[in-house]
């Protein structure tokens, strides 16, 4: 197993017919793992076999659909010239990795491959209203499919249940709270030991939940007479949200907020799209 990646990947480069015939050697887990029918867990090694042609199937099955909901973004109720200009200075720094799917195809060979996905503008359009952000039954159906060979994982700003809510899909690896709360599938029920067949928790910012509370009503008030403003309360983290308010209030919601992080000092505002 150790020296397998290597030589389909030495196999590959020197015969060109190989390139699509050839089988890749994929270690299956994140962590050192059996794969099983429903899916990854943690407790030995093994590796898992794919074609090249059944990875870029696989893959490019996902990808496809991943630029259909990306293309079906609500247009933004306010344009705004500098947004697109920041928009495309960000692209230039951190351009699509759809747009060198064949490359990225082509590093994988023989790696240790496991697959992390946004939510929010990814698997679901971007949409006015947080709470109907919905996942195609089509893209569902592709992120079940890659998670039957690699492990899958979705990272989000959300809470962990409200991702699992809209995906639904038992078998990945949740990291909601932007990485704060994340949940490692249960592995198959025939596992032998409780420890591998119960799914595992990480919240390290558990000691923080009563001041995230505490922050979000703070929020909730602050941001209460603008109208549009609403407050997302992702569990380990808060989210204000600005898409539906006038643009002429963006810097007051802005300087609200700071306002209420003054009197927690070990919080961090980051800022997303719109939010
Ligand atoms: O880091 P992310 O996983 O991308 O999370 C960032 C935020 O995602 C969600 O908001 C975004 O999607 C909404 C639904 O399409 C949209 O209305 C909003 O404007 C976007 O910012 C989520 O609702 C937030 O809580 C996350 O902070």
Redesign the pocket.
């Known amino acids: 197993a150790a020296t397998g990646p290597r030589h389909a990947y030495a196999a590959m480069m020197s015969d060109p017919v190989a390139k699509s015939q050839r089988v890749l050697a994929l270690p299956s887990n994140m962590v050192p793992s059996p794969v099983t029918s429903k899916g990854h867990h943690c407790s030995s090694l093994s590796v898992t076999y794919i074609t090249r042609p059944k990875l870029v199937e696989v893959v490019g099955g996902l990808v496809g659909v991943t630029k259909l909901s990306s293309t079906c ?2 247009p933004y109720k306010h344009s705004a010239s500098d947004e697109v200009a920041a928009n495309n200075a960000w692209l230039a720094k951190l351009p699509s990795a759809l747009a060198s799917f064949d490359q990225i195809i082509a590093s994988a060979q023989g790696k240790k491959i496991a697959l992390f996905l ?5 698997l ?7 709470e ?2 919905f996942m195609s039954p089509e893209m569902r159906a592709a992120v079940k499919n890659v998670a039957r060979f690699f492990p899958t994982a979705i ?5 962990r249940d ?2 699992f809510e809209f995906v639904k899909l038992k078998e990945l690896y949740y990291a909601g709270s ?1 990485g704060m709360d994340i949940l490692v599938p249960s592995a198959d029920s025939k596992s032998k030991t409780k420890d591998d067949r119960e799914a595992k928790l990480f919240q390290p910012a558990r000691e923080f939940l009563p001041m995230i509370i505490e922050v979000n009503k703070s929020l909730v008030e602050a941001t209460r007479s603008i109208k549009g403003a ?1 407050v ?1 309360n ?1 569990k380990f ?1 808060v ?1 204000v ?4 308010v006038d643009k002429k209030d963006w810097k007051l919601v802005a300087e609200l907020v700071d306002n209420v992080l003054k009197d927690f000092p070990r919080l961090k505002v980051t800022t ?4």
């Open positions: 973004a609500i946004d939510y929010d503008g990814t679901s359009p971007i949409v006015n209203d947080p109907k952000a990272v989000s700003g959300r809470s409200k991702v932007h609403n997302e992702n983290c989210s949200h600005y898409r539906n997303g799209r719109r939010v």
